[in-house]
């Protein structure tokens, strides 16, 4: 790369938070919705719909004109949906929540992320909301934060799950355990796939989650066949158990933290027993430019998740996995021609089985 494409990429880098906000801001404004039940309309009536001034109206749609978003007539004075138009609304509805997700809990977290960085914690959630802790334990206080969170992680496991289960084997019977279950959905979707004569799930997560967890067994009819243990990962993880689901837990820390987690598993598990772990991950080649896990996940997990953590490459999670004695049986990536295009997250599956 020479040194003015270098620093044309750079330019790339200084546009993205307007471009993004940009963007984001016209749908919030309704001018999308508006453009779809009135197109043709002109900025002055796209404004006054959006309780704003025609001038900011233009001004927020020229990025979406020049990335052909949205159609101009300039001699009309008036815009319609272009490419906006002919993407489902439900599609739409899946990238806005990704995009609130990054506006609520990162955007502004991120401007203290060297902060954070230096510091291990994540300093933009104490200095915008008083917040110690991680984005976890924030949720449960701050209801935008919990909005904007709890919405896409519940799309995100409703659409992975599915994928996860038909992929991974749990033989009728079972004692399972969903480690850092939340408040039993991943326990709900277990049954749901792998229901069979005698199998039963725990959810093992906070002791906070348990009232929600039972209620939504119960809601389920499900309270004889599932349960919940509170407790803390670090502190002992539940045992006698033949197979332990580990999902969307393991990207959130360090080495030190994922190897104890690991090592607390395989004291878990009944010898021959399985762990099946979801994680997304980096690509073997990391300059691959069709993965956007790199893009994304170092600086939301640093500066507005946790204070640490991040993904890993496939090869290193089985590595870890050896070193902690287990038996890695079968890894699986989920092929990006599956995944919609807007949806950042590449996962894999890692299933692995204790030897002795």
Same mark, same amino acid.
């Given at each position: 790369?020479?040194?003015d494409?270098?620093?044309?990429?750079?330019?790339?880098?200084?546009?993205?938070?307007?471009?993004?906000?940009?963007?984001?801001?016209?749908?919030?404004?309704?001018?999308?919705?508006?453009?779809?039940?009135?197109?043709?309309?002109?900025?002055?009536?796209?404004?006054?719909?959006?309780?704003?001034?025609?001038?900011?109206v233009?001004?927020?749609?020229?990025?979406?004109?020049?990335?052909?978003?949205?159609?101009?007539?300039?001699?009309?004075?008036?815009y319609?949906?272009?490419?906006?138009?002919?993407?489902?609304?439900?599609?739409l509805?899946r990238?806005?929540?990704?995009?609130?997700?990054?506006? +609520?809990?990162?955007?502004?977290?991120?401007?203290?992320?060297?902060?954070?960085?230096?510091?291990?914690?994540?300093?933009?959630?104490?200095?915008?909301?008083?917040?110690?802790?991680?984005?976890?334990?924030?949720?449960?206080?701050?209801q935008?934060?919990?909005?904007?969170?709890?919405?896409?992680?519940?799309?995100?496991?409703?659409?992975?799950?599915?994928?996860?289960?038909?992929?991974i084997?749990?033989?009728?019977?079972?004692?399972v355990?969903?480690?850092?279950?939340?408040?039993?959905?991943?326990?709900?979707?277990?049954?749901?796939?792998?229901?069979?004569?005698?199998?039963? +799930?725990?959810?093992f997560?906070?002791?906070?989650?348990?009232?929600?967890?039972?209620?939504?067994?119960?809601?389920?009819?499900?309270?004889?066949?599932?349960?919940?243990?509170?407790?803390?990962?670090?502190?002992?993880?539940?045992?006698?158990?033949?197979?332990?689901?580990v999902?969307?837990?393991?990207?959130?820390?360090?080495?030190?933290?994922?190897?104890?987690?690991?090592?607390?598993?395989?004291?878990?598990?009944?010898?021959?027993?399985?762990v099946?772990?979801? +994680?997304?991950?980096?690509?073997?080649?990391?300059?691959?430019?069709?993965?956007?896990?790199?893009?994304?996940?170092?600086?939301?997990?640093?500066?507005?998740?946790?204070?640490?953590?991040?993904?890993?490459?496939?090869? +290193?999670?089985?590595?870890?996995?050896?070193?902690c004695?287990?038996?890695?049986?079968?890894?699986?990536?989920?092929?990006?021609?599956?995944?919609?295009?807007?949806?950042?997250?590449?996962?894999?599956?890692?299933?692995?089985?204790?030897?002795?």
């Amino acid at each position: 790369m020479t040194p003015d494409a270098t620093l044309a990429r750079l330019r790339e880098y200084m546009v993205g938070p307007s471009r993004f906000m940009s963007l984001l801001s016209a749908f919030e404004l309704g001018l999308i919705d508006t453009l779809r039940a009135q197109p043709g309309s002109s900025a002055a009536q796209l404004a006054e719909q959006a309780g704003t001034k025609p001038d900011a109206v233009e001004q927020l749609l020229f990025l979406l004109v020049k990335e052909g978003f949205v159609a101009h007539d300039e001699e009309a004075g008036t815009y319609t949906l272009d490419a906006l138009g002919d993407v489902p609304v439900a599609d739409l509805d899946r990238a806005l929540a990704y995009m609130n997700l990054i506006k +609520v809990t990162a955007l502004r977290q991120l401007f203290y992320l060297t902060e954070s960085a230096r510091t291990g914690t994540v300093v933009g959630l104490k200095e915008l909301y008083g917040a110690e802790g991680t984005l976890y334990d924030a949720v449960a206080d701050h209801q935008d934060l919990n909005d904007s969170w709890l919405k896409l992680m519940n799309n995100v496991t409703a659409n992975i799950d599915p994928w996860f289960f038909d992929n991974i084997d749990i033989p009728a019977g079972s004692r399972v355990l969903d480690v850092a279950g939340n408040t039993g959905l991943g326990a709900i979707h277990t049954y749901r796939h792998k229901a069979s004569e005698g199998l039963t +799930v725990t959810t093992f997560d906070l002791p906070d989650k348990e009232e929600r967890a039972l209620a939504n067994f119960r809601a389920e009819g499900l309270e004889e066949q599932l349960s919940f243990i509170g407790g803390n990962v670090f502190d002992e993880i539940p045992q006698g158990y033949d197979v332990v689901l580990v999902k969307h837990f393991l990207d959130m820390f360090d080495k030190d933290d994922v190897v104890r987690i690991l090592q607390g598993v395989h004291k878990s598990l009944t010898v021959g027993g399985t762990v099946n772990i979801l +994680v997304p991950v980096y690509p073997e080649d990391i300059k691959d430019t069709d993965n956007y896990n790199v893009d994304f996940f170092p600086a939301f997990f640093i500066g507005a998740t946790m204070g640490q953590g991040g993904p890993q490459k496939l090869s +290193v999670y089985e590595r870890w996995l050896r070193e902690c004695g287990f038996e890695v049986t079968r890894t699986l990536t989920k092929d990006p021609s599956e995944i919609p295009p807007d949806v950042i997250p590449v996962q894999a599956i890692l299933t692995a089985r204790k030897t002795a």
